[in-house]
């Protein structure tokens, strides 16, 4: 399980060339959570960077193995000269050559293996970079997602609220012309359903901006429609075991991880830097074609051909201490590293008891927030019964309805909190929604 996120980046990167859609894709219909994360994970811009980032990795990984098969060269030249300057006698006008030569390194004091599987772990850390950045892009979309639903149900609640003023008005209106209220009663009505207007507004404002920031977060083009988006804001309540929570997160969280790989390459790199104090040692072999042509046109021209190997060394046996210096820096790199993991562990750490913390707050919100509603409703029906007996006035009908709306409000607000909070310790822990992808 150590390596989950791991092998799941990579088999995102392996998948693009078939998965990848042109930037115009259409989006599911109607658009639920799973199909916003699913179509983000081929369209998400940040996703898309990292993975290329992926295949750079895996050109450098192709370039620094160059190094360990043999390599083929071929040079050549044809001149044409003066006599007088010629360097062949009997004087020549003309000459030419061409070799073709295979090297092949037999020892480079462990640089090449050192340097190759540094680039291998450079790869596999640009794999958990790319995990991780899937992991804060689907969590963004699954925001932005309930960002949507949350702008949507106040769009819903806040027209029932207007819904209910014109209906308070219009009972106002019929009690005035029976003459049972003052027309200060319909004029209070009046003032209450224009104060909830804007807040309607408002919300439909909000619901506008949430589809584009979805829209943004999945990578979906402005120019196309988004689809119906559909879903709620309902849950089941998940408790989490603090210890339990922090050691998934040790174990999964790909930043951890990435650092691990980056610590492992910094080893490498040591060695390679260490690899200059050493000589190294090539094998070459090579077919020559040389030839001239004289001065004298009678005597024609001269060519030869043959083969050759041998091997040839090299050892820098005074460098004016510039290995040192590369050694001491590979030194350093490392330790950094090293101390970046611990940094990074601490992190997670806080970050994993914040989550949970912020997981407990919001449930408790929501158990306060459903009893609130339920009281505020009940309260409001007794007021209207109590206005129409002529025991209650006008406006503690009015308050009550202010009050019932603040609870729905403030349970869609506890129920959206909840959700995120959730999604945000899973994220915490390690657990990310593209490992659980439909």
Known sequence: MKNLPLAFAALALAIVPSRAAPADAELPSPLDVRGAIGYALDHNYAIRQARETVRLQEGVIVQVSSQRIPNVSAQGQWQRNAPQVSQIFPASNELWDLELKATQTLFAGGGVTSAVKGAKLSRDAAALDLQTVIDAALLEVRTKFYNVILAREKIRVDEENVRLYEHQLEDTK??????????????????????????????????????EQLRQALGSPGSSPL???????????????????????????????????LEAAGEQSVTTARSTFYPNLQAFGAYQWDG??????????????????????????????????????????????????????????????????????????????????????????????KFHAGSATQLDVLTSQVSLTQAKTDQLTANY??????ANVRKAVGLSDALVRP
Do not use: C
Not at 179 to 192: A, D, H, I, K, W
Not at 236 to 261: C, F, G, W
Not at 417 to 422: F, H, S
């Open 292 to 385: 001239f042509s004289y001065v004298n046109n009678s005597l024609g021209s001269a060519t030869a051909n043959g083969w050759l190997f041998g091997l040839q060394s090299n050892w820098a046996i005074f460098d004016g201490r510039a290995t040192v210096g590369k050694v001491r820096q590979a030194k350093s790199l490392l330790e950094q590293a090293r101390l970046s993991r611990a940094a990074e562990e601490l992190e997670v750490d806080v970050e994993v008891r914040q989550a949970l913390s912020s997981l407990q707050e919001a449930g408790e919100l929501v158990t306060a927030s459903g009893q609130t509603i339920e009281q505020a409703a009940e309260a409001l029906r007794l007021a209207e019964a």
């Open 417 to 422: 909190n909840y959700l995120v909070a959730l």
């Open 174 to 211: 019929n009690q005035f012309e029976a003459g049972t209220v003052s027309n200060f009663e319909v004029l209070r009505s009046r003032v209450f359903l224009a104060n909830a207007q804007p807040t309607l507004i408002t919300a439909r404002n909000f619901y506008r901006i949430a589809i």
């Open 227 to 261: 689809p119906e988006v559909v879903g709620d804001l309902n849950f089941e309540t998940v408790s989490y075991d603090m210890n339990s929570a922090i050691a998934s997160a040790h174990e999964h969280r790909p930043e951890l991880q990435k650092l691990d790989k």
